[in-house]
């Protein structure tokens, strides 16, 4: 019964662990994908928008490093949402300049994406194994080992055994309670899309886009 308790809390916390990695990635594309966009805007909207989507990048990044939940994340993910705000803001100017045009449609559209994605990467990041099965692991395990102890003093042998299973238990608990911690512990959720798309940007930006609208 407590392998299987066991069992359970481990899979949901790699769950949520790979939605977070996932989320991480999707959001790095997101934003590529704009920033590659946001460069065949027309002057001023378009240097506007790419210095626009480097700050947003870095906000990304910062929320990465961040407790969910925590005054940093908070603070982060509210950078973020001005960002977004102010991105918005120029998408509709280059819209109202060049409504029939290809590129600001577009842009709009994976713009739209890339804000609703944030939405996303922190309800993953939110996302916590519940409590009361944290709970129940730890109370579950400590009863079995307990009654696995007592047995065998009451024979007089297995302390070898008592002590394997106590290590192999702690081990399991230790993992879950890691895996759901995403910007503690030993396993951690890389934010490495994150931080090379932001490298790629500091190179020149690979499009032009038009002096006229």
Known sequence: MVGLILAFGLALAVGRYESRRAAVVEDANRIGTTYLRAQTLAEPVRSDSVDLLRRY???????????????????????????????WRLAGQALDV?????????????????????????????????????????????????????????VGRGVVTVVLAAALVSGLLLVTFDLDRPTRGLIEVPDTPLTDLRASMSLPPAATGPTEP
Do not use: C, K
């Not at 990048?57 to 977004?84: C, F, K, N, W, Y």
């Not at 842009?107 to 519940?130: F, H, K, S």
């Open 57 to 87: 990048t870095d906000t990304s990044i910062r929320l990465s490093e961040s407790v969910p939940s925590s005054d940093e994340a908070r603070r982060a993910q509210a950078d973020g949402e001005v960002l977004q705000r102010e991105l």
């Open 98 to 154: 060049a409504p029939t045009a290809s590129a600001p449609r577009l842009y709009v559209e994976t713009l739209n994406e890339m804000i609703d994605q944030q939405t996303v990467r922190v309800a993953a990041l939110n996302n916590r194994v519940p409590g009361p099965v944290l709970a129940l692991e730890v109370i579950g395990a400590a009863a079995a080992l307990g009654l696995l102890a007592f047995y065998l003093a009451l």
